[in-house]
């Protein structure tokens, strides 16, 4: 299967909310096109090759609410999700509710605890691994960091001329959901979690040997002066997709550029 980790449009209303730039009207016919030409482009997939679509920030607002997750629904199905693939388990999640749950409170509760019959499902089961996707990170490079501590992004020269920096700290889950999640992950031996968002790649590990892999984007990159030396050597930062192989004990994954 193709997993696509969440930003499949872009004019979600909340992002133009506080300027003059677009209306409402104007921002959901934009973004109503956008959902079509997305169904459009991928009609072409292989029918023989799944395509699980993930709800990202740009897709639902940082701040859900039951309207934006609905609307997201009414053209890709639901939000969250679980599913079989030759014996791994694959849970997928509207994780950008971790990030700010104060507008669907009860959405978010109700996908915790589904969340959590899941993962318990997936082991009774002896599943080989079981693998959770979801559009942010839920940490960049370990589990107990402060967004506070965390560095930043040079604006991308698609932006045009800035000495402004993004800062990291955007990309991240609150560390005070983001334990919530990961004390499951831990409890019921989560393999890896794989993410995008962050417009680069960054691959990490929990300290309980959870993968946290977050894939470059097929957009605008960035690239984070916060991010280990190391990385750059272990994989190329550009545009491009992850291939994921999976065995029976292990898994392997390799990042493949298609700006070359």
Excluded at 139 to 146: K, S, V
């Amino acid at each position: 299967f193709v997993s696509i980790c969440g930003d499949l449009c872009d004019m979600e209303f909340s992002f133009y909310s506080n300027s003059n730039k677009f209306t409402k009207d104007e921002c959901d016919t934009i973004q109503l096109q956008q959902m079509l030409d997305f169904q459009q482009t991928w009609s072409f997939l292989d029918d023989s090759i799944a395509l699980v679509c993930l709800c990202g920030n740009h897709d639902v607002g940082n701040r859900p609410t039951k309207a934006s997750i609905d609307k997201y629904k009414s053209q890709f199905g639901d939000e969250y999700l679980a599913f079989w693939v030759n014996g791994t388990y694959n849970i997928v999640l509207n994780n950008v509710l971790f990030v700010n749950p104060e507008g669907a409170m009860d959405l978010y509760e109700e996908q915790l605890i589904w969340l959590e019959n899941r993962l318990h499902y997936a082991t009774r089961h002896s599943a080989n691994h079981i693998f959770v996707f979801g559009h942010h990170p839920w940490f960049l490079y370990t589990e107990e960091e402060e967004l506070s501590d965390q560095l930043g992004s040079p604006y991308p020269t698609e932006w045009g001329t800035s000495d402004q920096i993004f800062p990291d700290s955007y990309f991240s889950i609150p560390k005070r959901t983001r334990h919530v999640a990961m004390k499951l992950f831990q409890k019921y031996g989560v393999t890896a979690c794989f993410s995008g968002h962050f417009h680069q790649n960054l691959v990490s590990k929990s300290s309980f040997g959870m993968h946290m892999i977050i894939t470059a984007p097929l957009s605008i990159v960035f690239e984070s002066t916060g991010k280990p030396k190391e990385q750059n050597e272990l994989e190329p930062n550009g545009r491009g997709i992850r291939i994921v192989k999976v065995f029976q004990d292990s898994f392997a994954h390799q990042f493949e550029l298609l700006d070359t």
